[in-house]
């Protein structure tokens, strides 16, 4: 949906400082013979957030009435300040995935658990903001993403589904084919 600056960029600010001083309770209460324990939960989840982004993307983005609506319009106006709230991805991750896990486990999981999807969640809103705002050397690998998620935009909206990684695009079937690359590559820049 369509945000003021504020809003947009509220992000970058909010998430960091909730992610640092979650990990920091998180870690403080698995002391040291349980630091390892946590950091491989939580790396964890930073991969899986990569299949949650995909089919959010997929299933939810292009499919859900309305939220296609506002997803389309990310599509037509790209460089436009649309996004997640804050408060509702805070929302969410705090009432589907923190307060469960905590309830039915322990803080030290449930805050391992949501600080891998939270850093997930960060690292896919910066990718998703520099893909269209900042202009990557050619070759490199945010270049690639860039290009990926072009042709995602412009010209196949049934492919490219993954923004931080093409890994799941490949195991599913939907990356879309190096010839359509090709073909956007002879109309000009991709962005
Ligand atoms: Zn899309
Ligand atoms: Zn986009």
């Known amino acids: 949906m369509q945000l003021s600056p504020i809003g947009y960029y509220s992000d970058f600010v909010v998430y960091p400082l909730l992610i640092a001083a979650l990990a920091a309770s998180g870690l403080a ?19 899986l957030w990569t299949l949650i982004e995909y089919w959010l993307h997929r299933a939810v983005l292009h499919h859900v009435p309305l939220i296609r609506d506002l997803h389309h319009d990310h599509h037509v ?3 436009a300040s649309r996004g997640t709230p804050s408060w509702l991805s ?9 307060l469960p896990i905590w309830l039915v486990t322990n803080f030290g999981m449930a805050s391992a658990v ?3 999807l939270m ?17 990557p050397p050619h070759a ?29 695009d490949r195991l599913f ?3 879309t084919p190096k010839q359509a690359a090709r073909r956007s590559e002879t109309r000009g820049p991709p962005l």
């Open 29 to 47: 209460e698995a002391g040291l013979s349980g630091a390892a324990w946590w950091i491989v939960t939580c790396g964890s989840f930073v991969a």
């Open 77 to 79: 106006n790209e460089t």
């Open 90 to 98: 805070l929302s969410a991750h705090g009432l589907l995935v923190f």
């Open 114 to 116: 949501s600080s891998g």
């Open 119 to 135: 850093i997930g969640y960060l690292w896919y809103v910066c990718i998703h903001h520099i893909l269209h705002h900042w202009h």
């Open 140 to 168: 490199g690998y945010v270049y690639r993403l860039k290009q990926r998620h072009a042709l995602h935009h412009h010209i196949d909206g049934d492919g490219n589904f993954g923004v931080t990684t093409g890994l799941w």
């Open 173 to 175: 079937g939907t990356a």
